[in-house]
């Protein structure tokens, strides 16, 4: 089973940047899709991005153009380049794995991103 430990969150004003990074540990990743769910207050969980085990990226709309997701298999490392940032971006990010369907089945307990105005 992959725990994983998600950091790199904080405060920003908007238009700024951040980097999240998700540390994975026990079994190996190499074969494993992962990305990042984000709960933003009053709304359900939801994907903003996805990456394939050999890197091919997926994101939501909301994001596309302003987030980039990328993995270091051999690190286990997941990470979340976050550009040009918007006060509906806030929320806690939570880097997940996923079955080969995609689809999350495991998350991690999440790294708070307060976007100011």
């Known amino acids: 089973q992959v725990q994983l430990a998600e950091s790199g969150g904080g405060v920003v004003q908007a238009g700024g940047s951040l980097r999240l990074s998700c540390e994975a540990s026990?079994?190996?990743?190499?074969?494993?899709?992962m990305g990042w769910l984000r709960q933003v207050p009053g709304k359900p969980r939801e994907p903003v991005a996805g990456?394939?085990?050999?890197?091919?990226?997926g994101y939501s709309d909301v994001v596309k153009g302003r987030f980039t997701i990328s993995r270091d298999n051999g690190k286990k490392m997941v990470y979340l380049e976050m550009s040009d940032l918007k006060p509906e971006d806030t929320g806690v990010y939570y880097c997940?794995?996923?079955?080969?369907?995609?689809?999350?089945?495991?998350w991690g307990k999440g790294t708070q991103v307060t976007v100011s105005s």
């Open positions: 997940y794995t996923a079955a080969s369907d995609g689809i999350p089945n495991f």
């Open positions: 990456i394939a085990g050999d890197g091919v990226p």
């Open positions: 026990g079994s190996d990743i190499s074969n494993i899709p």
